[in-house]
């Protein structure tokens, strides 16, 4: 004879819920973990694409603002992007609150957001000037930003924006900073020459595809792990976001190798990463409202626009973004938060404008891009233009030709090479 469960249905619902909450914050937990790696693969892709006299003060700069990300947007950030002031607007301790997974996977999307300035402006850039920018935007510039939107009563969100894991909150705001950082700071020496662009390569390649590498795996915790729950439903979205993220990844790379194949003859390495890095970007708007097919497409337009992207900002712009952030982060950006626009969907309903859904959509995407793009630009200009006044943004010309390494730091990255000119 069976035994009858005498177990109330609300009592079996409250466990479920309960063990749904626990691997919740287990699964943040291990997002956030995913997410700080990616420091390591910034780290290692601005480092490889830029000269090796400068590889410490690359190492410092990005050990910096995990450093300063963790705190400042713990002290500050994390008040002015939520809105919480139980403790206060400028002091806010999400242990005592229950919410460490919360606000430690949090911390490391501001400290991205910082990074990504990092890589545009190597090897000319005074380290002190770059801890200030640092400071201002992991506790001001981005907050605010992340508020209008994932505050969850923000008013891109009252109007229907969508940007689930940060394509323009994330990844635009801080490759627009780039761009104003890097046209701000000028040029390396010997990058323009009688108007004509001089490339300038990278050191070492290798570490900068162990870079994309490590940052694609950080990318499914960093897409993944912004679902924000764990279990039944949440637990297959989750997954489906990862494989998601995935297929705009590889469809990124193919469109950027493709493209320089075509164009230069050869395919190109650099480049190829940067269009794998696009196609990550590109998604991560619409990773939560985007079908496989949708997600590659994406990616590979994403790879290819990036490709054109760094072209026109060196030769038309005569910007010198080192490493492309801007384009990888700021135009792919853009494409990845309009693209929902285009084909997004909602579950089983299209809402983009090629799947039936109309022009609004499309048309409250394309306000949350220009929105995200002024204010960060907008911002940047202002705290770079003071620093400029007072600081000063750039290293003497001396200094530059030596390298930042010895000049910022007084020690070299690899003993025994001296790396000139």
């Known amino acids: 004879m069976a035994v009858q469960d005498t177990a109330e249905p609300t009592e079996i619902e409250a466990a479920v819920a309960a063990i749904n909450g626990d691997m919740g914050m287990l699964w943040m937990l291990i997002s956030a973990i995913l997410v700080f790696f990616m420091q390591a693969g910034f780290t290692l892709v601005e480092t490889g694409m830029t000269r090796s006299k400068n590889a410490a003060n690359i190492a410092m700069k990005n050990l910096l603002d995990i450093c300063v990300g963790s705190l400042t947007y713990w002290l500050v950030g994390y008040s002015l992007m939520y809105g919480d002031t139980s403790n206060g607007w400028f002091f806010w301790s999400g242990l005592m609150q229950g919410e460490g997974a919360d606000l430690l996977f949090q911390t490391m999307f501001a400290a991205t957001a910082a990074t990504i300035v990092s890589g545009a402006i190597a090897g000319r850039t005074k380290y002190s000037t770059y801890i200030i920018f640092s400071i201002v935007m992991t506790a001001l510039i981005y907050p605010i930003a992340g508020g209008w939107q994932w505050q969850g009563s923000g008013w891109l969100t009252e109007l229907g924006f969508i940007d689930f894991a940060g394509s323009s909150i994330v990844h635009s705001v801080g490759g627009w900073a780039a761009l104003v950082a890097a046209f701000m700071v000028g040029p390396r020496i010997g990058k ?81 990463l940067n269009g794998a890095l696009a196609g990550l970007v590109s998604i991560t708007a619409g990773c939560g409202n985007m079908s496989a097919p949708g997600a590659i497409f994406a990616g590979l337009i994403g790879g290819i626009i990036v490709v054109f992207s760094i072209e026109f900002i060196e030769k038309k712009l005569k910007i010198d973004d080192a490493i492309g952030a801007a384009s990888v982060h700021g135009v792919a950006g853009a494409w990845g938060t309009l693209v929902i626009g285009l084909w997004g969907i909602d579950g089983d309903t299209g809402i983009g404008l090629f799947n039936g859904g109309g022009f609004g959509q499309l048309g409250t995407q394309a306000i949350g891009v220009l929105a995200y793009a002024a204010w960060s630009i907008g911002l940047s200009f202002i705290i770079l233009k003071i620093l400029k006044s007072t600081m000063g943004l750039r290293v003497t010309e001396e200094e530059e030709i030596v390298g930042l390494d010895l000049s910022e730091h007084g020690e070299i990255a690899y003993p025994g090479k001296r790396e000139r000119g």
């Open 192 to 272: 323009f020459v009688d108007g004509k662009v001089m490339s300038i390569p990278g050191h070492n390649q290798i570490l900068a595809t162990l870079g994309v590498f490590i940052l694609w795996l950080g990318w499914f915790g960093f897409n993944g792990g912004s679902q924000l729950a764990w279990g039944g439903a949440d637990a297959i979205a989750a997954s489906n976001v990862v494989l998601i993220t995935n297929l705009a990844a590889a469809a990124g790379g193919l469109g950027a190798l493709i493209t320089t194949w075509i164009w230069y003859g050869k395919p190109n390495l650099p480049q190829t």
